[in-house]
């Protein structure tokens, strides 16, 4: 069972990426899948998480209105579009399975509450 995050690279303030999530071993189907990051110093913070369904979307007060998560269930993805980056989103990202299929209020932030990560990719912001 493994998660792959792919999309990162390096951007120019105010620039956009997306980042793309897949599994390997299992599927996406009825899990949440979250999204958090690292910098180099800090401890991995909670970006964004969606449910199994769709229907609930979860951001951090720090990129709400800039990054938009949403899924693809039949192709078994799930991206994290971030728009107007900021150096403070430089980070390595990475996705995560939820241990359910839909979190409630404040769980999704937690680490504690997925099982399987993905190997992170990095996301430089920088002019």
């Known amino acids: 069972v493994q998660l792959q995050a792919f999309g990162g690279g390096l951007v120019q303030p105010g620039g956009s990426l997306r980042l793309s999530c897949t599994p390997s071993?299992?599927?996406?189907?009825?899990?949440?899948i979250g999204w958090f990051r690292q910098a180099p110093g800090k401890g991995r913070e909670g970006v964004s998480c969606?449910?199994?369904?769709?229907?609930?979307?979860f951001y951090s007060a720090s990129v709400k209105g800039r990054f938009t998560v949403s899924r693809e269930n039949a192709k078994d993805i799930v991206y994290l579009q971030m728009n107007r980056l900021e150096p403070e989103d430089t980070a390595t990202y990475y996705c995560?399975?939820?241990?359910?299929?839909?979190?409630?209020?404040?769980?999704?932030?937690?680490?504690?509450?997925?099982?399987?990560w993905g190997q992170g990719t990095q996301v430089t912001v920088s002019s």
């Open positions: 071993g299992f599927s996406f189907d009825g899990y949440a």
């Open positions: 969606m449910s199994s369904s769709g229907g609930r979307k």
């Open positions: 995560a399975r939820f241990l359910g299929s839909h979190p409630i209020a404040g769980t999704w932030v937690n680490p504690s509450q997925y099982d399987y």
